[in-house]
């Protein structure tokens, strides 16, 4: 929550209504509602006005006969005659150049539909600096709102001299202070004062209980973010999964080039991509892609299953060639263990042509490939695996990911970037979100299936050149001993005594 002079949301409400009183300077105020939707905006305007209807102390600014009065525009009874309403809703998409207001207040303008990617999250902040076009000399403009990502929108606001106030859902620990500077509420602070337990902070809205449930189904980021207003980044390797260290391209689903260079300048940056990472993180194209094509040496379809819950089948289809590993499917299945969802994953085992195929078999105890099998022999004939996992999940993602990320070995199929974006509304199921939000905190992401399914794959393939780099060490080491003894043949035979033993038996 963001305001120029004001800290607290129930002066909001007095500017709204009670500061329209006499005297008549401030009855011939206007104010300017926006929201992210018109529905939103509309809303607000709709409940200042029955406040103003209901509350006996605010019977004297109603509406008279001959002025405004409508739930999204409507004047206040000693409102001078005047071309714009005293009260008006507008959504942020809707045309605010134009309007003339003492007050902006923007209700909720950020929401994940309008800040998922940093294209619109900068379109979004052109649009608010038309507030300052038309607020008066002297007008406030105030923002009310929760941020809907790390890189929100509100950071700006305190760049541009905006101050600060956040009411988090729960009084936050000592070790987080840190993270909310002095941003934190005069009310929130007291209330550590009082009690050194964290506490709700509206017992009557969420009790802790409720927060506790909140936690486990939005994960600790989530929750951090949606309910602690907490956006910091203070440790650098906080989130170390980055998607510029992914190489970005088109990919055959036959043949791929052997040699594939990454960079990160600003000439090869992908900016017509959607992208879920944080602030600066963008996907780039590869600086160099060698003429030398050839087939792929091995294709790994992997699987975590799910319930029929609000949870996916995660899937993730890696393919290997010379070291680089190509992500050639990927995505999410609803429906668990479903006809329609087993169908669905055999054609694409198919289509990809895959020789290996893992399912995690901690969900059902394995019952999810029983009944996979015989779906998949009628579309494709290949190997079926399980694989149980028992170490901590988030760490075991980061830490088969990162290496293989880092050393900008993994190599994205770019259609499946806009696959993945449109492929849901939930930010929080796709999988590039997942990747850059992923912490080593249990229960950092509310979903991982997709994250989950493609560690699965990287995971193998990590294995297998583990193993052909030891087979290759050990290839090496009889080589050389296959030299040493061949020297050693040589020098304890000699070469001039196979030659006379040669002529003798060639002149006998």
């Known amino acids: 929550m963001c ?22 300077s401030q009855s011939s105020a206007h104010i300017l509602v926006v929201s992210a939707s018109k529905q939103r905006a509309d809303d607000f305007s709709t409940f200042t006005r029955r406040l ?36 008006k809703s507008i959504g942020i998409t809707g045309q605010i150049t134009g309007s003339r207001a003492d007050i902006v207040i923007a209700d909720d303008v950020e929401v994940l539909n309008n800040s998922q990617t940093p294209m619109m999250r900068e379109k979004l902040f052109t649009t608010i600096k038309e507030f300052e076009a038309v607020i008066k000399p002297g ?32 009084t936050p620990a000592n070790n987080k202070l840190s993270s909310y500077g002095n941003r934190l509420a005069p009310y929130i602070r007291k209330l550590m004062a009082d009690s050194p337990v964290l506490t709700p902070t509206d017992p009557k809205r969420f009790s802790d209980l409720e927060l506790t449930e909140r936690e486990v189904v939005y994960g600790k980021t989530g929750f951090a973010l949606q309910f602690m207003l907490d956006t910091s ?17 088109d990919v055959n689903s036959d043949i791929v080039p052997v040699k594939v260079a990454w960079c990160s300048s600003y000439e090869k940056a992908l900016f017509d991509l959607p992208t879920m990472g944080l602030y600066g993180d963008k996907f780039y194209a590869p600086l160099y892609i060698s003429e030398e094509w050839d087939n792929y040496s091995g294709s790994i379809m992997t699987i975590d299953p799910s319930g029929r819950g609000q949870d996916e089948t995660g899937y993730a289809v890696v393919k290997m060639l010379k070291g680089y590993l190509f992500l050639t499917a990927s995505g999410g299945l609803k429906g668990g263990y479903s006809p329609e969802t087993l169908e669905l994953l055999a054609k694409i085992a198919k289509e990809q042509q895959v020789n290996l195929i893992q399912i995690e078999s901690n969900f059902g105890d394995g019952m999810f490939t029983q009944l996979f099998k015989p779906i998949l022999h009628k579309h494709h004939n290949t190997t079926v695996e399980e694989i149980r996992h028992s170490t901590q999940k988030e760490r075991r993602i980061i830490d088969t990911l990162e290496p293989v990320m880092n050393q900008h070995r993994l190599i994205i199929d770019k259609r499946l970037i806009k696959q993945d974006f449109e492929s849901t509304a939930e930010a929080t199921q796709k999988l590039f979100y997942q990747m850059t939000r992923i912490t080593k905190d249990r229960g950092a992401l509310g979903h991982d299936d997709r994250l989950e399914a493609l560690a699965m794959a990287i995971s193998y393939w990590v294995d297998q050149m583990a193993k052909d780099t030891e087979r290759n060490e050990q290839e090496h080491k009889e080589r050389l001993m296959d030299d040493e003894l061949e020297r050693f043949k040589q020098c304890a035979v000699g070469r001039h005594s196979d030659k006379r033993t040669y002529s003798w038996i060639k002149h006998r």
């Not at 305001?3 to 008549?24: F, T, Y």
């Not at 004297?60 to 409102?79: C, E, K, M, Y």
Request: aromatic letters at 10%; hydrophobic letters at 40%; a negative charge.
């Open 3 to 24: 305001d120029r002079s004001i800290s607290w949301c129930w002066q909001v409400l007095d500017h709204v209504g009670l500061c329209l009183l006499e005297p008549a």
């Open 52 to 87: 103003i209807y209901e509350l006996p102390i605010l019977y004297s600014i109603r509406p008279r006969d001959n002025q405004r009065d409508a739930n999204i525009a409507f004047d206040v009874g000693p409102a001078k005659a005047s071309q714009a309403p005293s009260v």
């Open 233 to 249: 980044l203070s440790d650098a390797n906080k989130y170390p999964l980055k998607l510029s260290d992914l190489i970005v391209m």
């Open 139 to 170: 007008g406030r403009i105030i923002f009310l709102g929760t941020p809907q990502t790390e890189m929100s929108i509100y950071h700006h606001l305190e760049e541009s001299g905006y101050t600060t106030r956040l009411w988090p859902a729960r």
